[in-house]
């Protein structure tokens, strides 16, 4: 599977959140999933045995807000012609906050990634684990920064990085102790590094050998050390056909983490990360070099879109979800694009610094 453009999942995350607010009194919430290429005929035929079904429910309330809600389901499932290629996401049930006045509605949604699985769920809550799951990021780097006193291990997982675990080393120091003769100072000091590497192979085997959805590891250290750690067999075979790439790091920490990323953007070009960083990069050099051609900040950029000159949008997914939602609907009436950012990363950091709004213009306006 494909990531999802990073418009893709902010309307799938802001679909869930609609239906995550609402709470039936009883099992009362209806949640369909209908598989890509399933007849929606039997989907119909089905709710309707469950409509027939639910007149058996003792609460009377509860009877009338289920059969209801199947009700409105069938009648909003007969308007399509068949089942849409992703397949189709339909929850239906009472949204008022108010006792003794129900307010029925109907939510469908035609996921971004194919629907698998065929399911019908009445409950307290809608079911949006199968919408949650595909927000998720499916393909993840390793990332390990080691020297011969310390190692981080970590995963990059879409604009994440996340710190899994940490140890450090017995090598002395590279002052001996007193009585010590150098030689044997130094191979001491051989023997625990070995044994530290040792030590780093095995962890490194415990994360990463069975870990589903593993695009590859990228190991950084200073010096020659991830090739002493890379060129010795502490690694099974499995584990190091999947190193993808080395890069010279200062750091051993999280620090050392982030490094490996910023230096290993050939391989990273397709990451979501990486596409993120480079366009927030892009926005940076071109108000340092040509300030006529962006806009940032809430006003300047609805000034933009009004006067139809803004081509692409960036929106900090920390926005306020109204502003959020304003300025996205206004964008796509204008045929701007909207990209959303995350705050995972230094740019997307300094992109809420100025606002969390900013955009690219087809010409100048200034």
Known sequence: MSALTSLEKHKLKKFIRTLEKIRGRHTELVSVYIPAGYDLNKIIGHILQEQGTASNIKDKTTRTHVTDSLERMVRHLRLYKCTPPNGLAVFSGDASDREGKP??????????????ARLYRCEQTFQLDLLKEMMEFKDVFGLVALDRRECTIGLLKGTQIISLDNITSGVPGKTRAGGQSAQRFSRLREEAAKE??????????????????????????????KED??????????????????????????????EIVEKSQDILAKEAITEERDIIQKFLKFLATKPSMVAYGKDEVL??????????????????????NEIEEKAEASGAVVMFISTDTAEGVQLKEIGGIAAFLRYSIS
């Open 103 to 116: 307010d029925i509605q109907v939510w469908a949604i035609e996921p971004p990634v194919a629907v698998n």
């Open 229 to 258: 750690f890379l060129n010795e067999p502490y690694l099974n075979n499995q584990i190091k056909m999947k190193v993808i790439g080395t890069q010279d790091v200062g750091y051993t920490d999280d620090t050392g983490l982030r």
């Open 303 to 324: 000034n933009a879109i009004a006067l139809n000159a803004a081509d692409k949008i960036l929106l900090s997914d920390s926005l306020e979800e109204n502003l959020s």
């Open 196 to 225: 530290f590497f040792k030590r780093i192979a095995a962890l490194m085997q415990d994360y990463f050998l069975e870990m589903k959805n593993l695009k590859g590891i990228l190991i950084g250290g200073p010096g020659t050390t």
